[in-house]
């Protein structure tokens, strides 16, 4: 009985934690966007090739992300302890 349990909770403990080290996208994260109506956008693209092979078949546009922000690529600054 105790192994039938303890499986299951392993699994959900390792979910659990895999959740907690994810970051969130957003809009500003990727610099190209598939445009496919005025008020239908996907701005989750990181090149203009992916973002072509997405609206190949099904139409719409590819377009730049006016609210794309590049994260700085600088290293960080140590701090003391």
């Given at each position: 009985?105790?192994?039938t349990?303890?499986?299951?909770?392993?699994?959900?403990?390792?979910?659990?934690a895999e959740?907690?080290?994810a970051s969130?996208?957003?809009?500003?994260?990727?610099?190209w966007?598939?445009?496919?109506?005025?008020?239908?956008?996907?701005?989750?693209?990181?090149?203009?090739?992916?973002?072509?092979?997405?609206?190949?078949g099904?139409?719409?546009?590819?377009?730049?992300?006016?609210?794309?922000?590049?994260?700085s690529?600088?290293?960080?600054?140590a701090t003391r302890?």
């Amino acid at each position: 009985m105790t192994k039938t349990l303890l499986v299951p909770a392993l699994v959900a403990l390792g979910l659990l934690a895999e959740g907690g080290v994810a970051s969130a996208q957003t809009y500003y994260d990727y610099p190209w966007c598939a445009a496919y109506s005025p008020s239908t956008k996907n701005c989750g693209f990181k090149t203009f090739e992916q973002c072509l092979a997405t609206i190949s078949g099904v139409g719409g546009i590819c377009e730049q992300n006016p609210w794309y922000r590049p994260r700085s690529t600088a290293p960080r600054k140590a701090t003391r302890n």
